[in-house]
């Protein structure tokens, strides 16, 4: 039988989150990436494995599974950035091979070459270095090759970072009796986190996303549990309609300066129209306030379909590309919902003059059915690739909001 408090990658073990069970479930996995399998039904990763512990193939197994992309992705949303990871690990070189200096010379011969090798080397000339020997070289040793990192998960980032495993997964077949199995996995895995001196990442939490209204918030809210649903447990919204808060650009605005006067550490994306009033907003943050890193202000990328959109204004009925002017989130939401029943696309109309900018106002005609039909499409769900595939506009979009503090 396995340790029950062990991790791995691929069939290698990563001892490091033994001591921090837990809290490596609830940073690495979902609750849809709890599986009960036979063992002859699991994932070929983890059959091959368990089969070292286990004779009967009939054995039911309870594990977390999911890509290693995937737990990278969850990680970095938490704070495990590319460059949060390479600041640790400029950090952890320098006392790494100092350390290390003290103990060669002692005989073993294969020790100190190995740490011959390693001096004077850069990032990129390690990271390099490690793709070539490979992962079970890696392991061989223990840690990311010779390194005694503090921060064990980010060991696990730089593991997945330079030696691209297919999987990351954990059993607990024999600790799964003292689960609740009305409770999801997040419920029960109740974490408590606690303060060190060490050299950590510091976990941020889930990420706060403002948007400039509630139909803004039920768009985005329910894209991301239908097409990315191993995400949706670190993204929290404004919940516009129990707490009567009002929308709009200039609101989100003072949202921001709320959040950033009482100093909160939690990151949070401000998302405003692609729009003039957005646009305008994001001006008057970057002219009037300092934010904090945790802080993100940003507008909605330019949308391809933006680019030659038809439009009603003073000068009737024209197609302009409307990026910067008018771009909302509906144009984000396929050509499926943005069509009307004659199969044309539902105009923008422009509606007020922005003197400072010089430019018209506009909104998407009938945007309520446009929204309507989206949600009605991520509410029957399906498989979230083929989804990604249909809404491409939403996906790239979504990305645009994983990516905001990479």
Known sequence: MSDERDFYVDS???????????????LCFSDSDFYERTIAEAHPIVRDKVREWYDDEDTILRYLYAPAEKVRRRMG???????????????????????????????????????????????????DR????????????????????????????LTIDVYKPEAVWTDFTSTYDEFDPSLPLHANLNLQPHDTDLDFIKTTGNVLILTEGSSDT????????????????????????????????????????????VRTTQRIIALFDNDVA?????????????????????ALPDVPVGNNYPTIGPGGLRTMNVNGSACSIELFL?????????????????????????????????????????LSAMKAGGDPQALRARFSEMDGLLNYIFCAFD
């Open 12 to 26: 290698q073990p990563f001892s490091d989150l033994a001591m921090n069970w837990e809290m490596a479930c609830s």
């Open 77 to 127: 949303f938490q704070g495990y950035t590319v460059k949060s990871c390479r600041e640790l690990w400029e950090r952890a070189y320098a006392r790494h091979i100092a350390q290390v200096e003290e103990l060669s010379g002692a005989g073993h011969a294969d020790f100190d070459e190995e740490i011959e090798a390693q001096k004077g080397l850069t990032f990129e000339e390690w990271t």
């Open 130 to 157: 490690e793709e070539q020997l490979g992962l079970k070289h890696m392991l061989r040793w223990g840690s990311v090759h010779l390194f005694d990192f503090n921060d064990m998960f980010a060991d696990l980032a």
């Open 218 to 261: 039920k768009i985005l809210s329910s894209a991301i549990r239908a097409i990315y649903p191993e995400y949706a447990d670190m993204y929290e919204f404004v919940d516009f309609d129990e707490f009567k808060v009002d929308g709009g650009a200039s609101m989100v605005t003072k949202m921001v300066k709320t959040f950033a006067g």
């Open 278 to 298: 957005g646009l305008e907003q994001i001006g008057i943050l970057d002219r009037s306030v300092c934010l904090p890193p945790s802080f993100r202000v940003m």
């Open 334 to 374: 396929g050509l499926e919902a943005l069509k009307d029943n004659s199969g044309q696309l539902r105009p923008i109309r422009w509606k007020s003059w922005d003197k400072s900018a010089e430019l018209y106002q506009g909104a998407l005609e009938d945007k309520g059915y446009a929204t309507k039909s989206f």
